[in-house]
């Protein structure tokens, strides 16, 4: 069992910042990859950036050159920085987890809202 807590969310106005936290119940270097995902009202979750264990980062194309991905293993903690939010940003964010390689796994965190206000 893996544990993620996430942090960070909030209400914004477009073109504001808020950076997202997930802290992790062990080592993130156990995992795969992690990963940010969103789900806004009455639509799919959907990937927004991931981090693998070498470092890798990947974007959907809708955020690239808004937010970045990062980690920090000493906190267990992957963030997700957003910058020039827009409206079209308003969802649940939701940090995700990936490990194993004969039988893959994965976890979720909890979600956390974020808004961004014209």
């Known amino acids: 069992q893996v544990q993620l807590v996430e942090s960070g969310g909030g209400l914004v106005q477009a073109g504001g910042s808020l950076r997202l936290s997930c802290a992790a119940s062990?080592?993130?270097?156990?995992?795969?990859?992690m990963g940010w995902y969103r789900q806004a009202p009455g639509k799919q979750r959907e990937l927004v950036a991931t981090i693998t264990s070498g470092g890798t980062r990947d974007y959907i194309d809708s955020v690239k050159g808004r937010f970045t991905i990062s980690s920090d293993n000493a906190k267990n903690t992957v963030y997700l920085q957003m910058s020039s939010l827009k409206p079209e940003d308003t969802a649940v964010y939701y940090c995700?987890?990936?490990?194993?390689?004969?039988?893959?796994?994965?976890?979720w965190g909890q979600g956390t809202q974020v808004t961004v206000s014209s």
């Open positions: 995700n987890a990936r490990w194993g390689l004969v039988f893959p796994l994965s976890s």
């Open positions: 062990r080592s993130i270097s156990s995992f795969n990859a």
